[in-house]
């Protein structure tokens, strides 16, 4: 449903669907949707995060991508129900530590922004599923990432990464990674322990040495390096 639609019965509204241009008639009523459940406010040229989203207790999924938003306000951690959250294409450097209270968060996209590093609370996301950190420029990952036990995809492409945390060797839930143009030499030999189904490692540095064990323990996977 759209903002023009649903002004008359906002309060009964759970799915809004914001355009660029309805955004700033959705922002002065902002507070008559009380009961949202998802949102999509992507492409409408915000600034920041609006405040009265951070206010929808009910929130369980937002669309915030393809915006200027350069940061995440503290207040993100109060969307208790949150369970999806997009942040594509937006100015983002860093996510605040009171993203660790998502507790239901299963969906994390945060592609294509200007991160350069994790807090270590992303660590307390244990119902995350799918993490994608793409097109960031990140160089490290903490070791509090290998507690993401029920994580299935991990997406790290186009970053500078230079070397995994052994603790990712925890991500027993793991099935797919990609890690494509980072500036890897290695492998941590805890990582060989899980059952990836699916490996991207394109564009890195590994020697021929290397690639071979990395081939040969994931031989299931395909085109590994191309």
Request: charge should be negative; hydrophobic fraction near 40%.
């Amino acid at each position: 449903m759209d903002v023009r639609e649903s002004l008359d019965s906002a309060r009964d509204v759970t799915n809004l669907w914001v355009t660029d241009d309805d955004v700033d008639l959705f922002l002065s009523n902002a507070a008559a949707f009380t009961n949202l459940r998802e949102l999509d406010v992507s492409g409408c040229g915000l600034a920041e995060i609006p405040k009265q989203i951070l206010t929808y207790e009910n929130l369980e999924s937002v669309d915030l991508s393809l915006n200027k938003i350069p940061s995440i306000p503290p207040a993100i951690g109060a969307l208790s129900k949150l369970h999806t959250l997009t942040l594509t294409d937006n100015y983002i450097a860093f996510l605040p530590e009171e993203m660790g209270s998502l507790s239901m968060l299963s969906f994390l996209d945060v592609c294509n922004n200007k991160l350069e590093s994790l807090p270590a609370e992303i660590g307390q996301l244990i119902m995350l599923r799918s993490l994608a950190l793409s097109a960031n420029r990140i160089r490290q990952l903490p070791g509090e990432i290998g507690r993401l036990s029920n994580l299935e995809s991990l997406y790290l492409n186009r970053n500078l990464l230079t070397e995994l945390p052994p603790q990712m060797g925890q991500l027993e839930s793991l099935k797919e990674l990609q890690l494509i143009d980072n500036q890897l030499t290695s492998l941590p030999e805890e990582l060989f322990r899980l059952d990836l189904e699916f490996l991207q490692l394109a564009g890195n540095r590994f020697d021929e040495a290397e690639k071979k064990k990395i081939q040969e323990r994931w031989a299931n996977c395909p085109g590994i390096f191309g």
